[in-house]
Nanobody, 116 residues
Framework: QVQLVESRGGLVQAGGSLRLSCAASGSISSTNVMGWYRQAPGKQRELVAQ???????NNADTMKGRFTISRDSANNTVYLQMNSLKPEDTAVYYCVSGSTWRPEYWGQGTQVTVSS
């Protein structure tokens, strides 16, 4: 079992930045890969970015260059730095983890709202 605790999201103006964090506790093997998904109103949940314990990443093309994922493996924490935010980035952001690239555990989600 893994427990994922996300930082609070928030309201930010378009063009602004926001950093999310997620701390994991529990099974070490189930945090080999950590990352973020998001779900905007009326849309399907989508990948934002994932990062392995070794530092390999899997990033959504639409967010490359604006969003950067990183992790502190010693503390089992993953970060998502979001820059140049757009109103269409408004969504609930979920922290995920798993032993492989397929998410097994999900956080409760944190709301990010970008105003125009």
């Amino acid at each position: 079992q893994v427990q994922l605790v996300e930082s609070r999201g928030g309201l930010v103006q378009a063009g602004g930045s926001l950093r999310l964090s997620c701390a994991a506790s529990g099974s070490i093997s189930s945090t080999n890969v950590m990352g973020w998904y998001r779900q905007a109103p009326g849309k399907q949940r989508e990948l934002v970015a994932q990062i392995s314990r070794g530092g390999s990443t899997n990033n959504a093309d639409t967010m490359k260059g604006r969003f950067t994922i990183s992790r502190d493996s010693a503390n089992n924490t993953v970060y998502l730095q979001m820059n140049s935010l757009k109103p269409e980035d408004t969504a609930v952001y979920y922290c995920v983890s798993g032993s492989t690239w397929r998410p097994e555990y999900w956080g409760q989600g944190t709301q990010v709202t970008v105003s125009s």
